[in-house]
């Protein structure tokens, strides 16, 4: 399964948007890229996912590259509710798991 | 509409003991699977049911885990007989999409399962 890579942690001002990348430079053609993300205590949550062109729903923006190559979700204007480990999966064409990395570790500072 | 709930919520049992958690998917939602963190590790994909059947059981760690999903409806996890490296948070999600790829999965709050 392709994989992908994340920064361990990122820091960011409530109110300010927030840009989480994430390479994934082995995708295939037909990978999707999905994002989610887990609150403090809770289960994992949907956030976005995207195969070729940007997306965008009421929670994220996301990003894709040209080469799809790497891609960044975009928080628009962060709250202290949007702290949380935000995870970047990229699902096969025969796969309905998640296989999940480590995730980016959202800070908001209020 | 009711989300996917888990019971219980917390589970602390004694080494060699069983355990069975539940899982109530969304209603109508014919996909569920179980996925696990145990201690400073990644989650992990444990199987996926479309209806009652077993789709995939390829993340299930060995024999000492089963699970069910009688009618297609509530699913179990029993753990029998339960080990120290059990310990983690197990998590229940389902998806209505049968086309997988880009379908989305809808988790429950997860059960803490403490093994001593």
């Known amino acids: 399964d392709a994989k992908t890579t994340q920064p361990n942690s990122m820091e960011s001002n409530e109110e300010e948007p927030v840009h989480l990348p994430c390479n994934h430079s082995?995708?295939?053609?037909?990978?999707?890229i999905h994002w989610y993300r887990q609150l403090p205590s809770q289960g994992p949550e949907y956030v976005i996912h995207?195969?070729?062109?940007?997306v965008n729903n009421r929670m994220a923006s996301l990003a894709i590259a040209e080469d799809r190559k790497s891609s960044t979700l975009i928080l628009h204007r962060a709250t202290l509710r949007d702290a949380a480990v935000y995870y970047c999966?990229?699902?096969?064409?025969?796969?309905?798991?998640?296989?999940w990395g480590a995730g980016t570790k959202l800070i908001i500072k209020p | 509409e009711a989300g996917v709930t888990q019971f219980p919520s917390h589970s602390v049992i004694e080494k060699g003991q069983t355990v069975t958690l539940r899982c109530d998917p969304i209603?109508?939602?014919?996909?569920l699977y179980w996925y696990r963190r145990v201690m400073g590790k990644e989650i992990k994909f444990l199987l996926h049911?479309?209806?009652?059947?077993?789709?995939?059981e390829s993340g299930m760690p060995n024999n000492r885990f089963l699970a069910e999903r009688t009618g297609g409806t509530y699913s179990t996890l029993k753990v029998q007989p339960a080990e120290l490296e059990d310990s983690g948070v197990y998590f229940c999600?389902?998806?209505?999409?049968?086309?997988?790829?880009?379908?989305?999965?809808?988790f429950g709050p997860g059960t803490r399962l403490t093994v001593l």
């Open positions: 999600a389902s998806s209505i999409d049968p086309s997988g790829v880009a379908d989305t999965q809808y």
């Open positions: 209603s109508g939602h014919d996909n």
């Open positions: 049911f479309v209806k009652e059947s077993k789709q995939d």
């Open positions: 082995t995708i295939s053609g037909t990978d999707y």
């Open positions: 995207g195969l070729t062109s940007n």
């Open positions: 999966i990229l699902r096969a064409d025969s796969n309905y798991q998640l296989i």
